[in-house]
């Protein structure tokens, strides 16, 4: 593995906890929103920071990572390996242990639901969030992972960034992904709603998430572009889009400033090199997308057998999420990225054997 001297990997893992903390309030029954959410008047949650956040890192390293692709068949083999090994894990390790929380009168493997939820979640756009009789009495009713939503417009950010592929020169590039971040903009902005039509329907996306997503991938994208080689000059730049994010908070306008800020924040304080934490990624492994993939249903499971209040379910789920994604990476995630040059590799063994 390269060696990552940066701060993304420690907001990425930043980003799957604060997703953890901000699901333990509904999941364990309470009213009360999150302490984000009662600080800004629900403008912004903490939920909101960490998948967004999410969102930003993605399009500034797979934008990176599609430059450097030789073509796209590497390019999507490489975001499969990245997104559906653990995705299946995680999903059959739910059919198998799913009966040790199940209560229905149909028995469980006759049960039609049960074998359709890991074909439908593996689809991706044809999301299937429960299984009859599973968590059914829990204070979140009948959800088994909630957090699995968003991977399908994770995969449409995948398909909008490798059609910019045949796209080589590098100023229309960039012009491209400037239009792309203002379009999107303007939409989630002021037309949230425009093309929210039977075909988003089919594929379960709205168009308010779809316009959102976009315009904080395609920030990350753009700040690809960008680099301050004047240090002071950069954290000038941060600090200032730190107050600006904070007076928009307090002046009610966020919603006009957080695409702009929140990716310069997210991507200029990622690209720093800050001691200790710049190894984070090195030391425990790139556990936040195990983390995200595996909490809620950790959280359901210990709703349903102890029945927690809030700050339990934050600290316990938290720990087991960890623990989980820690596994994840070493045993699946890992394993599955040692094939990212397969296709590469198959093309150079080709082109020598044509020789």
């Given at each position: 593995?390269?060696?990552?001297?940066?701060?993304?990997?420690?907001?990425?893992?930043?980003?799957?906890?604060?997703?953890?903390?901000?699901?333990?309030y509904?999941?364990?029954?309470?009213a009360e929103?999150?302490?984000?959410?009662?600080?800004?008047?629900?403008?912004?949650?903490?939920?909101?920071?960490?998948?967004?956040?999410?969102?930003?890192?993605?399009?500034?390293?797979?934008?990176?990572?599609?430059?450097?692709?030789?073509?796209?068949?590497?390019?999507?083999?490489?975001r499969?390996?990245?997104?559906?090994?653990?995705?299946?894990?995680?999903?059959?390790?739910?059919?198998?242990?799913?009966?040790a929380?199940y209560?229905?009168?149909?028995?469980?493997?006759?049960?039609?639901s049960?074998?359709?939820?890991?074909?439908?979640n593996?689809?991706?756009?044809?999301?299937?969030f429960?299984?009859?009789?599973?968590?059914?009495?829990?204070?979140?009713?009948g959800?088994?992972?909630?957090?699995?939503?968003?991977?399908?417009?994770e995969?449409?950010?995948?398909?909008?960034?490798?059609?910019?592929?045949?796209?080589?020169?590098k100023?229309?590039l960039?012009?491209?992904?400037?239009?792309?971040f203002?379009?999107?903009?303007?939409?989630s902005?002021?037309?949230?709603?425009f093309m929210?039509g039977?075909?988003?329907?089919?594929?379960?996306?709205?168009?308010?998430?779809?316009y959102?997503?976009t315009?904080?991938?395609?920030?990350?994208?753009?700040?690809?572009?960008?680099?301050?080689?004047?240090?002071?000059?950069?954290?000038?730049?941060?600090?200032?889009?730190?107050?600006?994010?904070?007076?928009?908070l307090?002046?009610?306008?966020?919603?006009?400033?957080?695409?702009?800020?929140?990716?310069?924040?997210?991507i200029?304080?990622?690209?720093?090199?800050?001691?200790?934490?710049?190894?984070?990624?090195n030391?425990?492994?790139d556990?936040?997308?195990?983390?995200?993939?595996?909490?809620?249903?950790?959280?359901?499971?210990?709703m349903?057998?102890f029945?927690?209040?809030?700050?339990?379910?934050?600290?316990?789920?938290?720990?087991l999420?960890?623990?989980m994604?820690?596994?994840s990476?070493?045993?699946?995630?890992?394993?599955?990225?040692?094939?990212?040059?397969?296709?590469?590799?198959?093309?150079?063994?080709?082109?020598?054997?044509?020789?």
């Amino acid at each position: 593995m390269i060696s990552r001297t940066n701060n993304l990997d420690f907001l990425r893992l930043i980003f799957a906890s604060i997703v953890v903390v901000t699901h333990s309030y509904p999941l364990s029954g309470t009213a009360e929103r999150d302490f984000l959410s009662n600080f800004t008047s629900s403008q912004i949650a903490l939920s909101y920071i960490g998948v967004k956040g999410f969102f930003i890192i993605s399009g500034y390293l797979i934008f990176k990572s599609l430059l450097r692709c030789e073509n796209l068949f590497d390019f999507y083999w490489k975001r499969i390996l990245r997104l559906f090994p653990a995705l299946l894990i995680v999903l059959v390790l739910t059919v198998l242990f799913a009966p040790a929380v199940y209560e229905n009168p149909v028995p469980y493997w006759q049960n039609k639901s049960v074998f359709t939820y890991i074909p439908h979640n593996l689809s991706l756009f044809f999301l299937q969030f429960k299984i009859n009789g599973v968590f059914e009495n829990n204070p979140y009713k009948g959800v088994i992972n909630g957090s699995l939503w968003t991977i399908r417009y994770e995969f449409c950010m995948y398909i909008m960034a490798s059609s910019l592929f045949f796209i080589r020169k590098k100023n229309i590039l960039k012009t491209i992904v400037i239009l792309i971040f203002i379009l999107s903009y303007i939409l989630s902005v002021f037309y949230p709603d425009f093309m929210n039509g039977p075909l988003l329907h089919i594929m379960s996306l709205s168009s308010v998430s779809l316009y959102d997503f976009t315009c904080f991938f395609s920030g990350g994208m753009l700040l690809t572009y960008i680099n301050f080689k004047d240090r002071k000059f950069e954290n000038i730049i941060i600090i200032t889009s730190l107050i600006l994010f904070i007076v928009s908070l307090y002046s009610n306008i966020s919603l006009y400033t957080c695409f702009f800020t929140l990716p310069i924040l997210v991507i200029l304080i990622g690209k720093k090199s800050t001691k200790y934490i710049n190894k984070i990624g090195n030391t425990l492994g790139d556990i936040s997308y195990g983390i995200y993939i595996y909490s809620f249903p950790i959280q359901q499971a210990l709703m349903y057998f102890f029945k927690l209040d809030l700050i339990s379910l934050m600290v316990s789920s938290l720990l087991l999420s960890f623990i989980m994604g820690y596994i994840s990476w070493h045993l699946i995630e890992k394993k599955a990225l040692e094939y990212k040059n397969l296709v590469n590799n198959l093309q150079i063994k080709r082109q020598r054997l044509a020789k």
